[in-house]
């Protein structure tokens, strides 16, 4: 920024003390019940911040008014004020200034409008603190940081006694030292049937409609958790007839780092991944879960009506925004029910599971899945998708521009 374009931030206090004149007090008590301020700065510190980004922001823009501000006065605040209040101080970490500036503001909005003090539109007041909140956390960011909070121990003995676990112990218990299985299967259907038999839970079945053996593929969880086994070497069927423990099922159960790592990923990916596309397909399910559950952690969980909002951020897309949007409100409901989410909106996940998620999202972001999906040409499946859903054409490009295609 030049210098004749910065405004006069450190000659401009007066303008914003009578800006802050019948705010300062009760934006002061506001914060110290609603705001966990740093001891080392305090509230007047705080508010005093905010006084001079007023100042600044009033001597760019005249007409200004702190109860009413525009889209138009943020902007300036954001792109010149804020910027130009960081060069002053001579910060090392100036990203993280600006960050916390931005986030001051954010607050003294939050306050307005909670305490009716807010003079402008709704919509203005919207949009501001969308403008002011910047780019929100990645997912896997929010996630690796709520996992930092939670001890082994909480950590253990949630995932010890999770659905997954508990049925790789069931599978492992059944394949004993090595299990004949067909060629064309994991696990024959009378296999399949011993298993669910072994394994109390109220979801499995043991029989189809004409008491016959189940097919592995008849049993989407049991199939996901076999074929994550395979993938994490607690099962071994390189010989194509015949299925053993693999080298990692041994110990695989200790309250140690290589087999918790290993807990985490069964765990984790249970969660995040959609049984209903084990063998090829995309989810949209499966790419929205872990947004949905990061918010969770950070104690915003999504209600009913907020997956509603999902819609209509998502109108683009047509009548496949309410499909999705179903499809996902239906694996949560099935994670619920497995013990893994709570059992109904709003969608919460026990402490102990966040390391596994975590982990989860961390190898799905090193995979780069979704970046990848046209990479190879585009997937048989998604015209036939598209035009099941009723998406048009023009809804089809943009989805398919969205995911990486052509």
């Avoid at 990645?138 to 690796?144: D, M, N, R, T, W």
């Avoid at 009723?390 to 990486?404: A, E, H, K, P």
Wanted: aromatic residues 4%; proline residues 6%.
């Amino acid at each position: 920024m030049a210098a004749d374009e910065r405004p006069l931030v450190h000659v401009s206090h007066a303008l914003g003390e009578r800006a802050m004149e019948e705010l300062r007090a009760p934006f002061t008590a506001w914060l110290d019940e609603n705001v966990e301020v740093d001891e080392e700065v305090g509230s007047e510190a705080v508010v005093e911040a905010l006084t001079v980004g007023a100042g600044g922001l009033l001597t760019v823009r005249p007409a200004a008014q702190l109860t009413r501000l525009t889209p138009e006065d943020v902007e300036a605040l954001v792109g010149r004020v804020i910027p130009a209040m960081v060069e002053d101080a001579g910060t090392p970490e100036p990203e993280e200034m600006a960050e916390d500036l931005a986030a001051i503001w954010w607050q003294l909005l939050t306050f307005l409008g909670e305490t009716g003090r807010w003079q402008g539109s709704a919509s203005d007041l919207e949009t501001s603190l969308v403008l002011l909140a910047g780019e929100p956390p990645e997912p896997a960011e929010v996630l690796a940081a709520a996992a930092e909070d939670v001890d082994e121990g909480e950590e253990d003995e949630a995932v010890l006694a999770s659905f997954p676990v508990r049925a790789a112990r069931a599978v492992l218990a059944h394949v004993g030292e090595g299990l004949e299985v067909p060629d064309d299967a994991e696990l024959a259907g009378d296999d399949v049937t011993a298993v669910l038999a072994s394994f109390e839970h109220r979801i499995p079945i043991t029989v189809d409609a004409d008491g016959e053996p189940t097919d592995l593929e008849d049993v989407p969880w049991l199939h996901q958790v076999v074929l994550l086994m395979l993938d994490l070497d607690l099962l071994d069927g390189e010989d194509e007839t015949l299925l053993t423990p693999g080298a990692a099922a041994d110990g695989w159960l200790d309250p140690a780092p290589e087999p918790r790592e290993l807990r985490r990923q069964l765990v984790g990916r249970f969660i995040l991944e959609d049984p209903s596309t084990l063998e090829e397909g995309f989810s949209i399910a499966e790419a929205v879960l872990p947004t949905v559950l990061a918010s969770a952690v950070t104690g915003d969980p999504f209600d009913d009506a907020a997956l509603d909002g999902l819609v209509d951020g998502a109108a683009a897309l047509g009548p496949a925004a309410g499909v999705a949007v179903e499809e996902l409100r239906e694996r949560l409901s099935d994670l619920g029910v497995l013990g893994l989410l709570s059992e109904s909106a709003p969608w919460t996940v026990a402490r102990g599971f966040w390391p596994a998620l975590a982990a989860a999202v961390d190898s799905e972001e090193e995979d780069d899945v979704l970046g990848d999906l046209f990479g190879g040409g585009e997937p048989h499946w998604f015209e036939n998708v598209m035009g099941q859903l009723g998406v048009g054409d023009d809804q089809v490009q943009q989805i398919r521009n969205i995911l990486g295609g052509r």
